[in-house]
């Protein structure tokens, strides 16, 4: 696999789609092109059959621009990268760091297939896409694109980090609705890679990401969570959200990144924020945003926010969480 690296130096959780996939993609593209430009010929056939042939001509032309060329493109545009072949065989069309494409990229794919694929009958794009690393062809290399899978096998990907238990559920009133979809990827791969980072660049990115995400769902980061929990404990509701949609509600735990709600769950203990202190934030102070607070108490290396007072964990408010904290086994002498 060809690894994607962002500008952040981030290595992206890509795989390029290869030539048969493609190739299967493009033929049901084509075949649903080619149904809809014969549809709507035989119709203006029939409707402009008293003009002469110059005008005749005029718009065959008219038809074979807008059908077979305006078509896939403003299908791309509206649907970000996702045509009928690709949606049916997981791929999507992304720009090269990987994010959502946009009508420029689309244009120049469109205009470039014109000669590849129709001119040439994808003769020229299954030789460049042969020769390409990444299985790209000269549309996409003009247009600063690649086609990847969307559909990976679970083995590959990575799971996302579980929140702290004390993060679980707290975002349950949160209006996720505005949240692109691009986001929600950029801040997965980021949970997933964050421990593959240099300390201060997945800092920088978790800040980022967190007021990104603060700006689409319109609430502030509360005080004393540091961006990257803030950020799993967001993806962490989703996920929960979606199983209630998906299998009902008794089937769905506050806990769907693998920690139960009050409780301490299986691999909590492996959570990036509880490696070390620059994942903890301090309750900030005033005249300071949180983001701000915690990044100082990330500077200076401050102790975690969570400290245990004999078997309660207590929040950075003084709030009792709701669950006990993992016993460690010792037993004082009576």
């Known amino acids: 696999m060809s690894a994607l690296v962002t500008g952040d130096a981030v290595v992206l959780g890509l795989q390029p789609a290869r030539l048969p996939s493609r190739a299967l993609a493009l033929v049901i593209d084509l075949a649903v092109v080619w149904a809809a430009y014969i549809l709507v010929s035989l119709v203006m056939l029939f409707a402009t059959a008293s003009l002469d042939g110059a005008a005749q001509a005029a718009i065959g032309v008219a038809l074979f621009v807008l059908v077979l060329v305006g078509g896939p493109i403003a299908v791309e545009t509206l649907s970000h990268g996702r045509s009928l072949g690709k949606l049916a065989c997981g791929l999507r069309v992304v720009r090269d760091d990987g994010g959502p494409i946009r009508f420029r990229h689309a244009l120049v794919r469109g205009a470039m297939g014109v000669v590849e694929i129709l001119v040439t009958f994808g003769v020229v794009a299954c030789f460049a896409s042969l020769v390409s690393e990444r299985g790209r062809r000269i549309g996409d290399v003009f247009a600063g694109t690649l086609v990847v899978r969307e559909r990976v096998s679970s083995g590959w990907a990575a799971a996302v980090p579980p929140p702290p238990s004390w993060l679980v559920g707290r975002f349950a009133g949160l209006d996720l609705s505005r949240v692109p979809d691009g986001l929600w990827l950029a801040v997965r791969q980021y949970l997933t890679r964050m421990r593959q980072l240099d300390p201060q660049v997945s800092w920088t990115m978790s800040v980022r990401l967190a007021e990104d995400m603060v700006a689409c769902t319109g609430a502030p980061l509360p005080e004393g969570v540091p961006p990257a ?10 996920q929960a959200r979606d199983a209630r949609r998906a299998f009902g509600q008794m089937h769905a735990v506050p806990g769907m990144a693998g920690v139960p709600a ?32 915690a990044a100082q108490s990330s500077v200076h290396g401050a102790a975690p926010h969570t400290p245990v007072r004999g078997s309660v964990e207590v929040l950075p408010d003084g709030a009792q969480a709701p669950g006990p904290v993992r016993s460690t086994g010792f037993a004082p002498p009576a």
């Open 262 to 293: 009050g409780g301490s769950g299986q691999g909590q203990g492996t959570a990036p924020w509880a490696a070390g202190p620059q994942f903890h934030g301090a309750v900030p102070g005033p005249g300071r945003s949180p983001v701000q607070g």
């Open 229 to 238: 929990a803030y950020l799993a404990g967001v993806v962490s509701e989703r």
